[in-house]
């Protein structure tokens, strides 16, 4: 019975989530700076969790200077993952996300017309090229949001970290904020159409500086990350 309402859940969620898209795809002409992108989106995230039943905590947002933007490293355990962290942070956060999201059709689209970044690892070019246009809307007032192991954990456990996050945070020189997100994972597993009811819990760690630049300077800050988000992660 509960997989049953949990993939009933899902299906709505899906529902939601076509709709939201629908209205970015209707409001691009007035996406100025995707500052009404990301309000729809925030739109989308606190619809979704309240249809899953599913509750956001956060810990750590005294530690934010709300007049900077940060590049957001956080690990990755559920789809839940997204609409937890744009609904709990109150920041003009812009996600970098994979680019196989664009095929599904219409939220797809939204995606790929709005103003959050995808990135096709892949191909080393083009991923470069994302990195570029994250740095990019940085510089003109964003933060940005990535996940440092690259796709969702398969066990509930912290996976490697990637490079790839690093390597944008020094090239922006702007501080890197360890984020860690607990609970997401029971709420809705890879590969899995049933969602649970629970709370997804964020935990903000204080702003790391950028102190040099090159391939040291991006280990040591993964290495930084890493810790933090070690720190407070709760195997699942």
């Known amino acids: 019975m509960a997989t049953l309402f949990g993939s009933i859940r899902f299906l709505v969620a899906v529902a939601n989530s076509m709709f939201f898209a629908a209205l970015e795809l209707l409001t691009l002409p007035f996406h100025y700076k995707g500052i009404l992108f990301h309000a729809l989106a925030r739109g989308w995230a606190h619809t979704s969790l ?73 191909r080393g070019a083009d991923a470069m090229k994302s990195l570029e246009e994250a740095t990019e809307k940085i510089r003109r007032g964003a933060s940005v949001l990535l996940y440092a192991e690259g796709t969702r954990t398969m066990d509930g456990k912290l996976q490697p970290f990637k490079r790839g996050a690093f390597n944008l945070a020094v090239k922006a020189g702007v501080p890197v904020v360890p984020l860690t997100v607990n609970g997401s994972y029971n709420i809705l597993p890879k590969h899995s159409i049933a969602i649970l009811p629970g709370t997804v819990e964020l935990v903000l760690e204080t702003p790391i500086a950028i102190t040099g630049q090159g391939k040291e300077a991006e280990f040591a800050l993964m290495e930084q990350v890493h810790t933090a988000i070690e720190r407070h992660y709760i195997n699942q």
């Open 50 to 122: 309240w249809i899953c039943g599913v509750k956001v905590r956060v810990h750590g947002l005294e530690k934010l200077d709300r007049s900077r933007n940060y590049v957001y490293v956080s690990n990755h355990a559920s789809m839940f993952d997204i609409p937890a962290i744009v609904a709990g942070i109150p920041d003009q956060i812009r996600i970098v996300y994979k680019k196989e999201l664009e095929k599904i059709p219409i939220f797809g689209w939204g995606l790929k017309l709005g103003s959050y970044i995808g990135i096709d690892r892949s």
